[in-house]
């Protein structure tokens, strides 16, 4: 009679150290998850907060953070009495009386007075002694009352300060005075007659030079590409000027006028070919050799190659630049202002928003709902492209 000693299994040692591996890197992975999520919040934290505070009041945008916007805060108003000629004789007195907190969002009088020089020194239900004999009286429901030994006069009501807690509001009001404001509209189809031309020009021309670069033999191509990155760090800034003096020196010898969409296409186009050549160069080099050669042996020039093979393959590249491109040509406030100016006829969205806020930046509350009316266009050109993005980006990284 044999009898057989079980043991253990070469898969059982595996599966042991696995498990213990898999425990010793679970700290780690729970590191980079809380990383991540802390980079995630961080960076929609300021986007979440210019939202909520597009939609605030903004008497309670002015005073507060948008943190605060679920609680109540303080708020110092004035108003204004009813009409002298409601005033009433009782007595020796004249008097006027009425409610201050006519708004239902406002709850209760903390302070109040009747001079802007000390618009809370009073408590409510306290007598506030003012000139001429006069008295004013506020309770902290709003109830106020006001008496002179002489008759009011004037055609409007006598000024009250106040302190009141008002509770948090929201609206639509900073959106209605955006989109409704005067020449809006024409400004919006300004920005799109400069974004989409601006967009697609720089496009067609790297397309162009990035095939090139990769698959035809040329003298001095590593210099050209080495020529192509080193544009990609030249200031914007430094070559602004220049550019505007050289495109105004050429129309005029053309007799093409300055302030013209033509010269603001252009300027976008040329600082946008240097990204545009990188991106579109790595990607197109990374495409199978097999394809190039096995075109050229059946017959195809290098126009068919390239309008055939290389552009369709090409996409996700087109796309991901073509974001990049968009998006920094709507947002361009600089260069439209270089090189159109300021005129009525001209002037693009991010123009027109600025000039809302005046020249000493009054209004400028306005500033959280234009940010979400001006990033419309773009947000949706992102989703609608944005699957191409990594895709476009990430070519040529990993052979």
């Known amino acids: 009679m044999t009898t057989k000693v079980a043991t253990p299994s070469s898969s059982e040692p595996q599966n042991a150290k696995f498990s213990i591996s898999r425990l010793r890197r679970s700290p780690l992975t729970i590191l980079v998850h809380l990383s991540v999520l802390l980079i995630v919040i961080l960076w929609t934290l300021p986007t979440a907060g210019l939202l909520i505070s597009s939609f605030r009041d903004k008497d309670q945008l002015a005073l507060s953070g948008w943190w605060t916007s679920l609680t109540a805060s303080k708020q ?121 031309p ?71 186009t040329g600082f946008g070919l240097p990204l545009a050549i990188y991106l579109l160069r790595n990607y197109i080099s990374s495409l199978p050799r097999e394809i190039i050669e096995s075109a050229k042996v059946d017959g195809a020039t290098d126009f068919e190659i390239f309008m055939r093979i290389v552009l369709p393959l090409s996409f996700p590249a087109l796309a991901s630049f073509a974001i990049f491109q968009f998006l920094w040509v709507w947002n361009d406030l600089l260069v439209a202002t270089v090189f159109l100016g300021t005129g009525e006829e001209h002037m693009v969205l991010t123009a027109r928003l600025r000039e809302l806020l005046g020249s000493r930046g009054g209004n400028w509350e306005i500033l959280t709902a234009s940010a979400f009316v001006s990033i419309a266009v773009p947000l949706f050109v992102f989703f609608v492209l944005q699957r191409y993005l990594v895709r476009g980006l990430l070519s040529g990284s990993v052979k």
């Open 198 to 268: 601006a967009t697609i020009i720089p496009i067609l021309i790297a397309a162009y030079a990035a095939y090139a670069l990769s698959w035809m033999k040329m003298p001095g191509r590593n210099l050209l590409i080495a020529l192509v990155v080193g544009l990609l760090v030249v200031p914007l800034q430094m070559s602004l000027i220049p550019l505007l003096r050289l495109y105004n020196d050429i129309g005029a010898f053309f007799g093409v006028g300055a302030k013209t969409y033509l010269g603001i296409w252009l300027a976008h």
């Open 76 to 196: 110092n108003l004035v108003a204004r009495t009813d009409n002298p000629d409601t005033q009433v004789k009782l007595g020796d007195v004249y008097v006027l009386s009425g409610q201050l907190l006519v708004n239902d969002t406002q709850t209760e009088i903390m302070a109040f007075g009747f001079s802007s020089r000390e618009p809370t020194k009073f408590l409510p239900s306290e007598v506030a002694e003012m000139r001429k004999g006069g008295k004013l009286t506020v309770s902290e429901d709003g109830h106020y009352k006001m008496t002179s030994p002489e008759p009011f006069t004037g055609k409007r009501g006598k000024r009250i300060f106040y302190t009141a807690v008002v509770p948090p509001k929201f609206g639509l009001d900073n959106y209605r005075e955006v989109l409704t404001a005067e020449g809006i509209g024409r400004s919006f189809i300004n920005s799109l007659t400069v974004t989409i």
